[in-house]
Structure formats: C-alpha cells, structure tokens
C-alpha cells in the first residue's frame, strides 16, 4: 500500500501539552491541504480528536510536499531528510540546530517568542492572522473513552506533571481545597510513575470519601475523556491545563518556575496563579503560592462553574 503524501508535514515530539499548543496552527495548514505530524505514537487518540483533521505520520520515510520541522533534536532533523523532494524548513524559538542542519534545510527561521503564548506563536508560523487565532480546542471524545462506574458530576484534581518540580505539595491542596465545591466528588488523576501516585494517593487519602482515586490507573483516551466530563479541574502547570482549556472546562492552573506567558491563554474560566507573584526570588517553586490565594481563586472558579 503506497503511503499518503501529506501537503504540510510537522515534526514535534514534545510532551503531551506542548503538542496540543499546535492545534490553531495545524488547522491553518489544514485548510491548505493534508496534515501529517509526526509525534510520539501514544498520541494518536489526542490527534483524533483536533479539528482539522491531522493524521499521525509514519515513523520513518515520510512523503510530503512541505515539512516543517520545529525542534533542533538530531532524531527530527534525520526524520525530516527522509521526505525526499519536499520543500524542507526549520522552525525554532532559539538558534539551537547542528550547523549540519543546512545540508537538510532550505530556510531556517527563528521565531521571535518573547513573553508570546506558544499557540498563537505557532498560529502565526503557519500563517495564520492574529485576528484569527483561537486557542487550543478539541471536539468531544466518544463516550465509551470515559472510566467505568464514575459519578455523572464530578470535579477533576490532576497535581502533578512531567516536571516533579512544578508540582504543590498535597497537604496544601488537602487544605485549600476542604469543604469547597459542596457534595462534588473529587476524581484524582496524574501520571504513572512511582513519585505521580504517590502524591496524587496522599491528596486522595487527605480529601477522603469524596476523593475517587485514579492516580496512575489510567489510559490517554481515558484521561481525555476524564477531563473533558469534569465539571471543574484544578491542577499545575502541564497538559491538564491545555487539555481541560481545550474541553471548555473551567480549570485553575497554579504555576511555579515556568513563565505563564508562554504556556497560558488566560480567560475568566481559565484563570492561573504565579509563584513569581508571591515571591522575590528568581524561578520560586509552586509551594510559594499561599493555600488561601488558591483556597479563594478555587471557591471563585466554583461559583462561576455552578452558575
């Protein structure tokens, strides 16, 4: 069977999160012409549900007309000599690629990203109007995508990310978060390694009966589907805020060395709070952010998901 020949070829193999930042801009190229992205395989349902559509691209020997290839790893740049005859750019924030890149690409372009929110970054590389961009969204996943034997209303707690250091310890979210939200119950998600479920365990074990832990227990389509049916999501910094902002959910996001301007579109239902704002040093951890500012912007985000 021949393989397809995409119009525009992405390649970015990034985390979770950082993939979804590109969905405005893959639905610009997608109304040029087929998409192929090449990113991790465990993606595919992630791109399944974009507008668009965007189709995972092979793993090796590529077709395309156009690539674009967004990060200077020696593996993406190989993948991208690989699409023979395509007109081949490389994309990036910082000069960071092998001098060897040249003998690849046609046109290297470093992108001005400043304080700028990486989605309406990438909406622009792909051409896109900054009058047009919208931030990340995703169409609804299939009902059968949804964890077995869950409440129909609940809120979603997901306190951990790819970085341990991005994380807000759990006794802190215990009491922020005691007493809030009425008879909600409080699913508890986060990845699968070792130190993930045992935080997210400690913040289920300290929230009680209302807490439904499913730390580390779950598949990527069933962390979709368990983001996009909560009624409310708190979390850190990392996919769970991208994926529940592109849900339409509600979710407050507490952010700690990372800068927000790059990670965050900021809305009234997609509120966030900054470690830097409570501290005076340089790059300070999660755990800066007071448990009353979180116990207040919580109780805020509950009001408007219940109104």
């Known amino acids: ?22 969905q405005p801009a893959l639905e610009v190229l997608a109304g040029r012409g087929s998409v192929g992205l090449s990113t991790r395989p465990g993606f595919a349902d992630l791109l399944a549900l974009m507008p668009g559509p965007v189709h995972l691209a092979p793993e090796t020997w590529p077709r395309a007309r156009e690539v674009l290839c967004l990060e200077a790893k020696t593996a993406a740049l190989l993948y991208a000599a690989q699409a023979f005859g395509a007109r081949r750019r490389l994309i990036l924030t910082r000069d960071e690629a092998p001098w060897w890149q040249a003998l690849i690409f046609r046109d290297k372009q470093i992108l001005p990203g400043g304080a700028t929110y990486r989605g309406a970054l990438f909406h622009a590389m792909a051409g896109g109007a900054p009058e047009d961009f919208r931030p990340p969204r995703l169409l609804p996943p299939p009902a059968d995508w949804q964890p077995q034997g869950l409440p129909v209303a609940y809120g979603l707690i997901h306190p951990t990310s790819a970085w341990q250091r991005k994380t807000w310890s759990p006794e802190r979210w215990v009491e922020a978060l005691q007493d809030l939200g009425g008879e909600l119950p409080w699913v508890i998600s986060s990845g699968p390694s070792a130190w993930e ?111």
């Open 197 to 307: 479920v045992e935080l997210a365990g400690k913040l289920a074990a300290g929230l009680g009966p209302r807490a439904i832990n499913l730390a580390g227990r779950t598949s990527l389509r069933q962390y979709l589907a368990l983001l996009a049916g909560a009624r409310i999501v708190f979390c850190v910094d990392g996919s769970a805020s991208h994926l529940a902002a592109a849900f339409g959910k509600p979710v407050l996001t507490l952010f700690g060395p990372t800068n927000p301007a790059h990670w965050h579109w900021p809305t009234p239902a997609t509120p966030r709070l900054w470690a830097a704002d409570f501290a005076a040093e340089k790059k300070p951890p999660v755990d800066a952010i007071p448990v009353a500012a979180v116990r207040q912007a919580a109780a805020a985000l509950l009001e408007l998901a219940h109104g």
């Open 1 to 22: 069977m021949s393989r397809p020949v995409f119009d525009h070829l992405v390649i970015y193999r990034k985390q979770l999160g950082d993939v979804l930042l590109l």
